[in-house]
């Protein structure tokens, strides 16, 4: 059981070695995502109060705080993404349905 958990922690922080800690959006995501995770597992009444469909995600640290990266991940990554990918120009691409000469 111990060499399960210590599998998933070396996993853990080697993805973590890859991350650029230089950026602030990622430093966001680190600290939101552990400090939700943390902070239900140590006050589980935290989200007491939501309907229970929602409690069922809520209730666990690991699911929060995963829950939490990966939205606040598609956030920052997508308006990143948006704004390094020019348009691109569609008149030098062929029309559709014409012949390659």
Do not use: W, Y
């Amino acid at each position: 059981m111990v060499a399960m958990f210590g599998m998933v922690i070396a996993s853990g922080i080697r993805m973590l070695s890859k991350v650029d800690f230089n950026r602030q959006e990622n430093l966001l995501i680190i600290a939101c995502s552990v400090g939700l995770g943390l902070g239900v597992t140590v006050q589980p009444a935290l989200f007491a109060k939501l309907p229970a469909s929602i409690q069922i995600l809520t209730s666990n640290g690991i699911v929060v705080g995963s829950v939490c990266a990966i939205v606040l991940n598609l956030v920052f990554n997508l308006k990143r993404h948006d704004k390094a990918t020019p348009a691109q120009d569609t008149k030098d691409l062929p029309k559709a349905g014409a012949a390659n000469q």
